[in-house]
């Protein structure tokens, strides 16, 4: 385990997450000095002096006076006024920081004051959650305090119509998902006149929960899809051949369970049910392809743990959050087979019309910046993706939470047994517990085990997300115990004793809130913010983390010779020796996610600019004449004859219709092919090659020629069109768009793509030459 670098010393160096706001403490001072001022102007008054101090050029990005007036309005209008932290916070994000502020500490507030300035500088924001509920409540929340500065503000979710998605994203400040934003751009890219679009504005974005949005989910595809010709999969057949394997002499888990794989054994005895087929052969690869997915699907899901069946439909489970994951989905076959798996009606698959990446989503905003309990720790790699320097703002309230050493046990039952003793002992003595478990089906069992010996738990996950709030507030009553599957991004506090002085005195005197961990997650930052749930603003509260060798971080991560050390030394195993080896197999992880994003972004690029390129062309075919003069070139004479007969105005209607359906046709069929492409790209290194620099040569080489190709199809649909067919809607010509699209985030792929698993012996470097474990 790391040694951590003294404050002082990471600032003296520069270190990434070590960015230093002193520099506005004497600002901050300073509207503490106009309070009694401020405190008595009119609400009118008020609002005119703020968006006056925002139109003063300066080069702080806040004065003493903006502070003090938006700090006067957020007492005045929702009864919250702000700590000096809260506003050293808030002038942090407004010159462009990552912000490091504890749990409890007020980020909304700050997120709201910074959006206030910014949109009294004539600035338009987005204030970017990770889930409808956040955006809604927030938006809601402080909608009464940015009415009183003459701040438009609104919400986006899920299930906003187009009219009103429109009219937010002309607001000053708009409150979404970011998810609901990169759908509404790929939306948008598509649309064929102005009047479908509903254009966000991308000037100044402030996100929450920073580190979950900008680097846990910062590869994830946002995907736009559409209705295509083909058939459901029938996985049936598969499914039912799968079911019959026997593990072990049938097929093979990896060590690190991220994939599975037929055995000789299993091959040939799928192949004789089958009629002793080759599978192998031509003509049956897609059999095989379906079983395989069968067999991921019935190894590698499980359910109540990936997944929950709901309604008749697979619903992921987003294991960062403990939330059902809505509008989002596997790649289509693996996501066919689970609902074949489920004997679920299996639904057919769609295309891919575009994607985008939330990180090359954020890197649309002018100027961007973000607040998180956890974001330090990820520093580094904020800086490297994003050229965001984070700071840390110290607690209001000094911290008085105890945070006890992890007890690391060897089996998973002594586990359980131990978590089970030490809720049951808090409980008795009156102290609120919360327990955080990384699973659903988790969750659930240890509710039953603690119905056993007489405790009746309140349960949150992923069945239940939607009563969260209620659940959540409930947590710091006296001697209540709830178990939460991830409290990453809930977003309410939890009070001690609920809303009664006399409940939280007896809770205080129970020793506050008491956090027990399950497991321990694959990144520290889950670890401190489920921590961080206790000890809110000066309360005390504890902390203690149960880990098991049979846990599946250490299951994945542990090398051989600490299995052998294991197995040679049971139980008198010191506990330090054991937390040692916790701690590097949550660093392997770490690191091993952090070489993915950095390998991932890489591919990116080339897709990124060219997407750009592509949409830049688009817009300049629905703005000008490009497409009817690119035409002028290839088919002079046919185009002169229908310009006079139906005139230039209606001939160019119809083509600007036709290069906009084939320049679309033609980047779905780019972006299918160099998906294709990237699924393999990793056998270059067998030859010697550098995957990365092959993926780019062939991505550049596959997009020559691509607006040539686009023309040339316009050109031959044109000249053989009669005067007749000029103004006809675009499907008369055969022209077929889908009938229906649908968004969704399409989830890594749970058992790793070919290129996926070329990591893990990436991960075996981790091990062996960077932390020195083998």
């Known amino acids: 385990m790391s040694i951590p670098i003294p404050t002082w010393a990471s600032r ?42 925002g139109g003063r050029p300066t080069k702080r990005p806040a004065t003493a006076r903006q502070l003090a007036l938006l700090r006067e309005a957020a007492a005045r209008t929702v009864g919250l006024r702000a700590f000096d932290e809260q506003l050293l916070a808030c002038c942090a994000l407004l010159s462009g920081h990552g912000v490091e502020m504890d749990t409890g500490e007020g980020k909304t507030l700050v997120g709201a004051l910074a959006a206030a300035a910014h949109a009294a500088a004539g600035r338009r924001v987005h204030v970017l959650s990770v889930n409808d509920y956040l955006a809604e409540r927030d938006a809601t929340w402080m909608g009464a305090f940015f009415a009183s500065l003459g701040v438009s503000v609104a919400s986006v979710g899920q299930h906003t119509p187009a009219d009103e998605r429109r009219r937010a994203y002309a607001c000053d400040v708009v409150y979404a998902p970011v998810s609901e934003i990169g759908f509404d751009v790929l939306r948008d890219r598509f649309a064929v006149t102005p009047a479908e679009r509903v254009d966000p504005v991308f000037d100044v974005a402030i996100v929450d929960e920073a580190d979950a ?10 995907v736009l899809a559409g209705t295509s010709d083909d058939q459901a999969d029938e996985f049936g057949e598969a499914t039912a051949l799968v079911e019959q394997l026997i593990p072990e002499d049938d097929f093979a888990v990896d060590q690190d369970q991220a994939t599975v794989t037929l055995t000789d054994e299993g091959l040939d005895r799928i192949e004789a049910r089958l009629g002793g087929i080759n599978l192998y052969d031509a003509e049956h690869i897609a059999t095989l392809t379906r079983i395989n997915l069968a067999l991921h699907a019935r190894v590698l899901l499980h359910r109540d743990v990936d997944y929950l069946v709901s309604d008749g439909t697979i619903k992921l489970v987003n294991t960062t959050r403990g939330r059902i994951a809505h509008l989002q989905r596997w790649p289509d076959g693996l996501h066919a087979a689970l609902e074949a798996k489920e004997h679920l009606q299996v639904s057919a698959p769609g295309v891919i019309l575009d994607t985008i990446t939330i990180q090359d989503l954020l890197l649309r905003y002018q100027l961007r910046s973000g607040m998180s309990g956890t974001v330090v720790a990820v520093a580094e790699e904020l800086i490297e993706f994003y050229e965001l320097p984070t700071g840390r703002v110290e607690r209001h309230e000094p911290n008085r939470r105890v945070d006890e050493p992890d007890t690391v046990l060897l089996t998973e039952p002594e586990k359980n047994r131990a978590i089970l003793h030490e809720v049951e002992a808090r409980h008795r003595a009156g102290q609120p517990v919360l327990v955080g478990t990384q699973s659903v089906a988790e969750s659930e069992e240890l509710a039953v085990r603690l119905r056993e010996v007489g405790i009746e738990a309140r349960v949150l996950n992923a069945k239940n997300d939607a009563e969260e709030a209620a659940i959540v507030a409930r947590a710091g009553e006296y001697a209540a115990v709830t178990i939460s599957t991830q409290m990453s991004g809930r977003g309410t506090d939890i009070c001690l004793g609920g809303s009664g002085e006399h409940e939280r005195d007896r809770v205080v005197a129970a020793g506050g809130l008491a956090v027990i961990a399950t497991a321990r997650y694959p990144s520290r930052r889950l670890d401190a913010q489920l921590r961080g749930r206790a000890g809110r603003q000066g309360d005390p509260g ?70 750009e390129t592509v949409l830049d062309h688009r817009q300049q075919i629905i703005n000008g004449q490009l497409a009817v003069e690119r035409l002028r070139e290839l ?29 679309d046709e033609q980047w779905i069929v780019h972006l299918a092919l160099l998906q ?19 993926f780019h040569r062939i991505a550049l080489r596959e997009f020559h020629g691509f607006f040539d190709t686009v023309y040339r199809d316009t050109a031959e649909l044109i000249a053989a069109l009669s005067p007749d067919d000029i103004g006809r809607d675009p499907e008369d010509l055969g022209l ?26 990436v991960v ?3 091990r062996s030459d960077i932390l020195k474990l083998e």
């Open 12 to 53: 003296t160096l520069g270190l990434p997450g070590a960015a230093s706001f002193r520099r506005y403490e004497s600002v901050v001072r300073a509207a503490g000095l106009l309070a009694d001022e401020v405190r008595a102007l009119d609400a009118d008054v008020l609002g005119d002096q703020l968006r006056s101090e």
């Open 213 to 222: 949005v900008m680097i846990d989910e910062a590869m994830v595809p946002l």
């Open 542 to 611: 504890t902390s203690h983390t149960f880990v098991s060798v049979e846990d599946d971080l250490l299951q994945i991560h542990l090398t051989p010779r600490m299995h052998a050390k294991i197995a040679r030394q049971d139980e008198s195993l010191p506990q330090t020796e054991r937390r040692r080896m916790v701690d590097a197999c949550q660093a392997a992880a770490e690191r091993a996610r952090t070489l993915q994003h950095r390998l991932t972004w890489t591919y990116s690029r080339a897709i990124a600019a060219q997407r």
């Open 635 to 663: 088919i002079p004479a046919k185009l002169a004859s229908l310009e006079n007969a139906r005139g230039q105005a209606a001939v160019a209607v119809t083509i600007r219709a036709v290069a906009l359906h084939y320049l």
């Open 676 to 694: 294709e492409v990237r699924d393999g790209i990793h056998l270059r290194a067998l030859a010697g090659q550098k995957p990365t620099e092959e």
């Open 736 to 761: 077929r768009r889908p009938s229906a699209t649908w968004t969704y985030m399409a989830t890594d792929n749970p058992f790793g793509g070919a290129g996926s698993r070329f990591m893990g012996r």
């Open 764 to 766: 075996k470097l981790i």
